[in-house]
């Protein structure tokens, strides 16, 4: 995970480049670079190679760097340089928790009260997702997938409870994109089916303990693999066996 990137092509280079938005533009780039995983945890950064990338002077990098430094996905250390932070399980742990209880509660005030068109959003994105299962499109699947509980928040207006779920979502993605197998992609279909299922019924209990599930599942399968990979994780080495203080049910 160490080792210095040799080639920066996988940064998206913007269309266009203003004065005002140069900084913005590079921090989006290698924001995404870093939470899609090209970049990877505890990768070196290389500014020389971001500057010649995107075409920008070492200003708006450093500036760029500054910005993810406080989103805690840059690690910067006088006279050695940035590296990619390692992910923190203790801050997914938390951030997973106010999720499953703002998403599961958010159900219960959805659930008979929603119109057709809800279920006609997330029926498609039901389809959406087996087909990029079926390809083993991984990237589009994990976007489908955030889809999904975008439109559930879409339909009820609830700005605040998005934009905190929002805020949390950069590490939020670069643990989950750790864990996206074949598997896990059948997995989480089957979750948000139940849960589709149960706004269905119009069974707010049923939705909610599907979305509850659903949580507790991703948990389970991040727990194991940082403990079968602790380098990954700043905090790897101190998860235990069990179920590691997170409020399961």
Known sequence: MNSHTSSY???????TLTRGSVTADVTHAIRTAIVTL???????????LICAELGVSRFPVSEALARLQIEGLVDIAPQRGSTVSLV????????MLIRKGLESEALRVLIGSHDASLI?????????????ANHDDAEAFHQIDIEFHDIIFSSMKFTRIKSIIDSARA???RARRLIITPRRLALTIAEHQ???DGIL???AVLASKAMRAHIDAVMVELFAFAREHPAVFADGETLGS????????
């Not at 923190?88 to 951030?95: F, H, K, S, T």
């Open 9 to 15: 092509s996988f940064l998206t280079r913007p269309a």
């Open 38 to 48: 090209a970049l990877p945890p505890g990768s070196l950064i290389d500014k020389t």
């Open 88 to 95: 923190r399980i203790a801050d997914v742990r938390e951030y």
């Open 120 to 132: 006609d959003e997330l029926h498609a994105n039901l389809a959406a997702q087996r087909l990029a």
């Open 171 to 173: 590490n939020l993605d």
């Open 194 to 196: 139940a849960i589709f």
């Open 201 to 203: 019924a119009a069974d």
């Open 242 to 249: 069990d179920s590691d203080s997170f409020p399961f049910g």
